[in-house]
């Protein structure tokens, strides 16, 4: 992350000044965020085997923020209970629905941010990859 944010910047200040590096820097920050939180719902059972603690984690109340650590403390049957019932939290509050949509809102201030600065192209590319993510949520 740190590369994909760093070396456009640097590069950017050069070129085209503060203003333009700092606007370029928020684009890149945006589709950052997005892409944690998409990989975050992709390792989802993944990380609440391991213990994780990824933005789905961090949308859970108490009480499924509990069973989540709990998940890796259990065995066998009963760690798959308790994994049952944490998913059973997640989609009773539509926790993934609401990051995706937080994925789409991150990914259109970036495409909106290089779109005024010039980068239609790049603009296009992150309205595109928005596109299976607003598909996924209304299939949902």
């Known amino acids: 992350m740190a590369i ?3 070396m456009p910047y640097s590069a950017a200040r050069k070129i085209g000044g503060e203003e333009f590096a700092s606007r370029l820097r928020s684009a890149y920050e945006s589709f950052g965020i997005a892409w944690r939180l998409l990989d975050d719902i992709r390792d989802l059972e993944t990380d609440m085997a391991r213990g994780v603690h990824s933005a789905v984690y961090a949308s859970l ?4 923020r509990r069973l989540w650590d709990s998940i890796e403390i ?6 798959i209970n308790v994994s049952v019932d944490t998913c059973a939290i997640i989609q009773s509050e539509s926790l993934l629905g609401h990051i995706a949509k937080r994925i789409i809102s991150e990914l259109g201030q ?3 941010l290089s779109a005024d600065l010039g ?4 603009a296009d590319d992150l309205r ?3 596109g ?3 598909e996924w949520l209304k299939r949902g």
């Open 128 to 130: 595109i990859l928005a």
């Open 61 to 64: 109340d108490d009480k499924g």
């Open 110 to 112: 970036a495409a909106t």
């Open 74 to 79: 259990e065995s066998g049957e009963e760690s």
């Open 132 to 134: 299976p993510v607003v």
């Open 4 to 6: 994909w944010v760093i």
């Open 119 to 122: 980068l239609d192209g790049f």
